[in-house]
């Protein structure tokens, strides 16, 4: 059997495949990142999950592709808790960026662009990845990201700048004290998944101009330092991965379609 997993901070999904290649089954498990996760943690965070037990002794290839495995030495920390659960499998740990421009490579040269709880971009041409401006998280960058909307709700609350009806339902669902999330961020582990959990309100209220004007502003940002860094960017096709790609695809493609009639200037 073949594990496919595509992981970033938040969760990771598996696919299963058999030796022909045919998909058997789907898991989830929470987000594995090096940069947060030690191999103590992959290994629980496995073994939490029965499906995956099920099968982890027969599973003899794994193909990992995961956010923040960029170097060897990160690489390595998330293969040596795979090890521990799968143990008679080959195992492939690599860069989400390779994963994501794999899944959108058409046959020609594209720039691959990540929009999840972290972001990211690369310029793939289906065989060598190539990154031309770094990550730089949570904290320094992630721009579009889900960690990168949260912040900008949680800012214009605590800054009363929130529209009323967004102020009200915010403090309906969450009645945050400042204390509390000042804590989960600079306390806690994975302050980065803390503030993209926002996003399930943000796209709850997807429709409210103020959330249209974050993420439009927010695309607009990300597209000037990680798509107009590579010198073909105005060529090759851009494609969006990852949660915010996704629930977000109206606003994303409004911004995408400025390439076309503005170059996507600020």
Avoid at 150 to 169: A, M, N, T, V
Avoid at 210 to 217: A, G, I, Y
């Amino acid at each position: 059997m073949i594990l496919i997993a595509d992981s970033g901070s938040t969760k990771c999904d598996w696919a299963l495949l058999d030796e022909k290649g045919q998909r058997i089954s789907d898991f989830e498990t929470m987000g594995l990142n090096p940069y947060f996760h030690n191999p103590d943690i992959t290994e629980k965070a496995l073994r939490d999950n029965p499906s995956l037990m099920k099968i982890a002794d027969q599973v003899k290839h794994i193909f990992f592709y995961g956010a923040g495995s960029s170097t060897e030495e990160m690489c390595s920390i998330m293969h040596a808790g795979l090890i521990r659960v799968f143990k008679n499998a080959e195992i492939l740990v690599e860069h989400d960026q390779l994963g994501s421009g794999m899944a959108v490579y058409d046959g020609e040269p594209c720039i691959a662009c990540i929009l999840g709880t972290g972001s990211n971009s690369c310029h793939f041409d289906g065989q060598k990845v190539y990154e031309e401006i770094p990550s730089l998280a949570y904290i320094l960058g992630d721009e579009a990201s889900g960690s990168y909307f949260g912040k900008i709700l949680l800012q214009e609350y605590f800054y009363k700048k929130l529209p009323e009806d967004l102020r009200i339902s915010f403090e309906e669902k969450y009645a945050p004290s400042k204390d509390d999330v000042i804590n989960k961020i600079y306390r806690e582990p994975n302050a980065n998944v803390y503030l993209a959990s926002f996003m399930k309100f943000i796209g709850e209220h997807h429709d409210h101009p103020r959330v249209q004007e974050w993420v439009t502003k927010g695309m607009i940002h990300f597209i000037n330092i990680h798509v107009k860094c590579f010198a073909d960017w105005k060529e090759v096709p851009v494609h969006f991965v990852g949660s915010i790609g996704h629930y977000f695809f109206t606003i994303v493609w409004n911004a995408r379609q400025k390439k076309q009639a503005s170059n996507w200037a600020e």
